[in-house]
């Protein structure tokens, strides 16, 4: 038998032993003062237990890490056209690279880089009257807990100086694959990004993935092929140009964020969510890289 929070445990003492932690992300304002200190791990069974090591509680800026959860709110929405208006090949390039875009007439690469995340808020901002409360009711609703919410601070500083994410949007537009204005979905895009969440309260959120589309409350809330099609969307995109990377080192499905958080799954067994602020050259958690690595050497769990 496993004992998991031994396990944690020494991921935890041989991380917080470790100078180099990474740098976090600059290009957001906000998310530059974030002390690179901050260490948390979150592991939720789909058997019932859990266990964390330090500040799992404390809440983080999750940015990317709500492109899956978006995802999986456009595709509950009948109707919607998502596979014509993206692709799901990893794009080999950083997040908010433009020039695939360009070449492939405004068809992004797959729905987690920013382009296609961008489409993705398009959908949702022509599903609901108002797209911000629906899509915070939607994370509050799969995980149970009515706490979560934006910090508009951030979103306000990433709006601020967004400037590829709105050359990003002005590309989908020309190629006619943004079907509302661009302030409005990148209004909506920068609010998403900006969700607040505790890495307890991430494994929580992604619980269905691991668990065939059945939330933490065991309502369905997407079909078995959608759950199957997200999770491997995750695993081949989920890292930047570095998802190649993580399944070589960590063999698991997931996606990480600019803000340092990285969840990732084990469809059947467990989601385990980290957040160390400091960010690798590739835009990952640096720390958060190494310790899901030394959880899936030590625990044998992953997918391959
Ligand atoms: N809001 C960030 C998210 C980036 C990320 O976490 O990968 C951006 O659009 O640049």
């Not at 690469?109 to 939607?138: M, T």
């Amino acid at each position: 038998m496993i004992n998991y929070q031994d396990v944690l445990n020494g991921i935890y003492q041989e991380v917080m032993a470790m100078k180099d932690r990474g740098v976090p992300a600059s290009y957001i304002p906000e998310l530059a003062n974030v002390d690179i200190n901050n260490f948390a791990l979150h592991l939720k069974m789909n058997s019932g237990e859990t266990y964390g090591v330090g500040q799992s509680t404390t809440t983080f800026s999750v940015q990317s890490i709500t492109k899956v959860l978006a995802l999986a709110l456009a595709a509950s929405i009948d109707n919607n056209d998502i596979l014509e208006r993206l692709d799901v090949e990893p794009s080999g390039h950083p997040f908010n690279q433009l020039a695939l875009l360009e070449v492939e007439n405004g068809i992004p690469r797959n729905p987690f880089i920013n382009s296609g995340a961008i489409v993705i808020s398009d959908i949702i901002v022509s599903a609901f009257k108002n797209p911000k409360q629906e899509f915070l009711n939607y994370v509050r609703d799969i995980t149970g807990d009515n706490s979560i919410d934006y910090d508009l601070k951030v979103a306000k500083s990433e709006k601020e100086t967004g400037y590829r994410n709105y050359a990003a949007a002005h590309l989908l537009k020309s190629f006619g694959n943004l079907k509302n204005e661009v302030n409005d979905v990148l209004d909506f895009y920068f609010v998403q990004c900006s969700l607040s969440m505790t890495c307890e309260q991430i494994s929580n959120a992604f619980y269905m993935f691991a668990n065939r589309g059945k939330c933490i409350s065991n309502v369905t809330r997407l079909t078995e092929q959608k759950v199957k099609r997200i999770n491997a969307i995750m695993l081949t995109c989920g890292f930047y140009d570095e998802a190649g990377e993580f399944a070589f080192e960590v063999g698991l499905p997931g996606k990480s964020g600019v803000g340092g958080g990285i969840v990732a799954l084990l469809p059947e067994h467990f989601v385990i969510s980290v957040w160390s602020p400091g960010l690798n050259s590739r835009g990952n958690s640096k720390l958060g890289m190494y310790a899901l690595e030394q959880f899936t050497t030590k625990t044998q769990l992953s997918i391959f």
